[in-house]
């Protein structure tokens, strides 16, 4: 294959130095037709289908199409330029049309399950018979049993969902890199810790002005809610964050210019018209297919039951913090605005510390090198820096190895940036896969945060800081990361994260959270920036302490989301009358114990649900949790035994039954090979300080 195009090398690493927008048509153009070419091979009549004649080449052709079209999805969500996007634009149509023809395709759709009829297959591996039984439910509900005049329309909707979803997603990032909110005068800045200070002056320094200037990117716009004295700047920065992407957005050039509203309809009709095509009542139902949860009926059921358990304790967190607001802070009836800021005033008080001052021991360095050590203690590898063109120069680059073999390697991307999408996430660049000559491609992730850059001052460099809060981001995404790179499954199509039900991708990552409280990890990752010294074992008691400080309002506020979510897509009908905004606040009315100001419009930002994979799925971190709890559970049971908390026997089972397996078998018989036992919710009611 030419490799003049750099995005047609996959002789290694992405060439990130070299790729260029006009690269992207070229390239994915070729690969279409090398595509397609083969599918037209595989079309015809086999007389003996098998993997090795079916499988394997169609697999060997769609996995470049699908690494290369990561790379480009990649750099249009951390890079995003004027050329990049669009030259995805351009090339999404067709992406989207090759793989909706190949899910409706009746020749390819037969070969599968002649396979799976086959005399061979049950000789088959574990890996490879889970494969094709997942083609044949993909080939299911990508709508190869329609009738011939149905496909057209079922592709055009997918085609168009596509195109919505990425404008859904473009409005929040340009409304977002859109808004500044300069401050002239210092003095308004009261209660604002130096370092977001510093950061703003930079930001306002770089765009030629004088002052502070904060923006939508969470590391900016949040200090203020947290620590800003003046309340108006708060409500300012709040109504600016619930506004964006919304009619009610403010400082747009344009009125409406990125209001998603459409778009939020566009995509809910869709959904529930290809659900409606494919047989089922609802796109819940169609979201479910492939996850652990059976029903829509049993997630809600799940949700409220969780709601009812959370909300005595989420009313007196309210409670408590209204009446603290009122009796300390001056402020007789609480807002939206106010509660991070009345939150972390009531924490202080309560535990004696800040988030301000904890932050001031989690340096970037020793945050890496703790969680790096961790992971290197837990699964008995090794990370090393290693070398790789990136996208930008703050991205570093590592490998995994155990006993000096390659296992994985990982780009890690730490700070916010204009043309960069918020958040945090981890997506894989290469999966694990057995390759024809017996060697082993190993699998590569990208490992994406939104933290706050190292500052500058005085012409001297100051390390980023991190709040604890950040600190369980990394490891989040990390678990997601271990995920993808500890496989060791040889089979594409299963190894890593891919094949493993929506509603269980969650465990690693918040399986990893855990670690963010114990001592044996934290005082191997602190070291305060003015003195070096390691968190004190005191500061680390009130932490602890307050580990679950308003966790009920939390649990609750996830719950509401969650339900928001199930109810858009299981029994709200989007032909009808009734308004988005009104399935929100009718279940606002039922379990929420602190209502959003009525321009509240977070739902226009809500990109897990609208531009992610989490439609009728958001349910998935609370229903993840449960499993990821309950495992953890496990190294809370080896150090009760006195073995301590990072026990290298548990941690070698976690990794060989759910990190190894991947999606190889079901994720309930991984989590049950593990733990020995079908999960509780025992574990989590106990971490959430909500246990009977």
Same mark, same amino acid.
């Given at each position: 294959?030419?490799? !003049? ?27 279409? /037709? ?5 599918? %037209? ?52 149509? @067709? ?24 005399? +061979?297959?049950?000789?088959?591996? /574990? ?32 085609? +168009? ?22 401050? %002239? ?11 977001? @200070? ?7 320094? @770089? ?21 800003? =004295? ?13 506004? $964006? ?73 309210? #409670? ?5 607001? @009122? ?17 972390? $005033? ?8 800040? #988030? ?9 360095? $020793?945050?890496? =090198? ?106 989040? +995404? ?49 070291? !305060?920036?003015?003195?070096? &010294?390691?968190?004190?074992? %005191? ?33 709200? =009908? ?36 609208? #531009?992610?994979?989490? #439609? ?14 309950? &495992? ?6 080896? /150090? ?53």
């Amino acid at each position: 294959m030419t490799t !003049h195009n750099p995005l047609l090398d996959f002789s290694g690493l992405p060439r990130f130095d070299a790729i260029k927008a006009e690269h992207v048509t070229a390239a994915i153009d070729t690969l279409l /037709a090398d595509s397609n070419a083969v599918v %037209a091979q595989l079309e015809a009549p086999i007389a003996h289908v098998t993997w090795e004649n079916f499988v394997a080449p169609l697999e060997n052709a769609t996995e470049l199409l699908g690494r290369a079209w990561g790379i480009v999805s990649h750099l249009n969500n951390v890079v995003d330029t004027p050329e990049l996007r669009a030259a995805y634009n351009e090339n999404q149509p @067709k992406i989207t049309e090759f793989w909706t023809a190949l899910a409706q395709n009746e020749e390819m759709f037969a070969k599968y399950k002649a396979l799976k009829a086959g005399p +061979e297959f049950a000789a088959l591996s /574990a890996p490879r018979q889970r494969i094709i039984d997942n083609a044949i439910r993909d080939f299911r509900m990508g709508g190869a049993e329609l009738a011939e005049d149905k496909k057209e329309r079922f592709a055009e909707i997918q085609e +168009e969902h596509a195109g919505v979803s990425t404008r859904f997603s473009e409005n929040v990032l340009d409304a977002t890199n859109d808004f500044k909110l300069l401050v %002239a005068d210092e003095a308004d800045l009261a209660g604002v810790p130096d370092d977001v @200070k510093q950061a703003a002056r930079a930001a306002a320094d @770089k765009d030629g002005k004088a002052g502070f200037q904060f923006t939508l990117h969470f590391p900016s716009y949040f200090p203020l809610l947290q620590f800003a =004295d003046k309340r108006a700047l708060r409500e300012a920065i709040y109504h600016a964050n619930a506004t $964006k992407a919304s009619e009610m957005g403010s400082g747009f050039s344009e009125k409406d210019k990125w209001d998603n509203s459409q778009n939020i309809v566009t995509l809910l009709k869709l959904r529930d018209e290809e659900a409606k095509m494919l047989g089922y009542k609802n796109f819940a139902e169609v979201s479910l297919v492939p996850k652990m949860a059976h029903s829509p009926e049993q997630v809600i059921t799940f949700l409220e039951d969780l709601a009812t358990r959370a909300r005595p304790y989420a009313e007196q967190d309210l #409670a408590e913090l209204r009446a603290f607001a @009122k009796d300390e802070l001056g402020l007789a009836e609480l807002k939206a605005w106010d509660m991070p800021y009345a939150s972390e $005033k009531l924490q202080e008080r309560r535990y004696a510390f800040s #988030a301000q001052e904890v932050k001031q021991y989690f340096p970037e360095h $020793k945050v890496v =090198d703790g969680l790096f050590r961790l992971i290197q203690t837990l699964f008995s590898v090794s990370i090393v820096s290693d070398t790789a063109s990136t996208w930008h120069p703050d991205v570093r680059f590592f490998r995994i190895e155990k006993d000096g073999k390659l296992l994985g390697q990982f780009y890690l991307d730490l700070y916010a940036r204009a043309g960069k999408g918020g958040g945090a996430w981890m997506d894989d660049a290469r999966g694990r896969r057995l390759e024809a000559g017996g060697a082993v491609q190993t699998p590569v992730a990208y490992l994406t945060c939104n933290f706050t850059e190292p500052a500058v001052i005085d012409g001297k460099a100051h390390p980023s800081l991190f709040t604890h809060d950040e600190v369980i981001t990394l490891f989040h +995404e990390f678990g997601h990361g271990l995920h993808h790179m500890l496989t060791q499954v040889d089979e594409i199509g299963v190894s890593g994260i891919s094949g493993v039900e929506w509603d269980a991708v969650e465990l690693p990552s918040q399986f990893m959270e855990n670690f963010c409280w114990e001592w044996e990890v934290l005082e191997h990752m602190t070291a !305060h920036v003015g003195t070096g &010294a390691a968190l004190p074992r %005191a500061l680390y008691d009130k932490m602890l302490a307050a580990r679950n400080f308003q966790s009920g309002l939390q649990t609750l506020r996830h719950v509401e989301l969650s339900l928001h979510d199930m109810h858009l897509h299981y029994d709200y =009908d989007p032909q009808s009358a009734k308004s988005v905004q009104e399935v929100i606040d009718e279940v606002r009315g039922k379990f929420a114990v602190m209502v959003p100001p009525a321009y509240n419009r977070f739902q226009n930002s809500f990109g897990h649900i609208f #531009a992610g994979g989490y #439609a009728a799925g958001y349910y998935s971190y609370k229903w993840a949790e449960v499993l990821s709890a309950d &495992a953890y559970g496990a190294f809370e049971e080896a /150090a009760a035994l006195g073995g301590g908390i990072l026990s290298v026997e548990t941690g070698r089972r976690f990794q060989q039954e759910i990190l190894a397996v991947g999606g190889s078998r079901p994720a309930l018989e991984s989590f049950t090979a593990f733990r020995g036992r079908e999960p509780s919710i025992d574990a989590l009611l106990r971490h959430s300080g909500m246990a009977a």
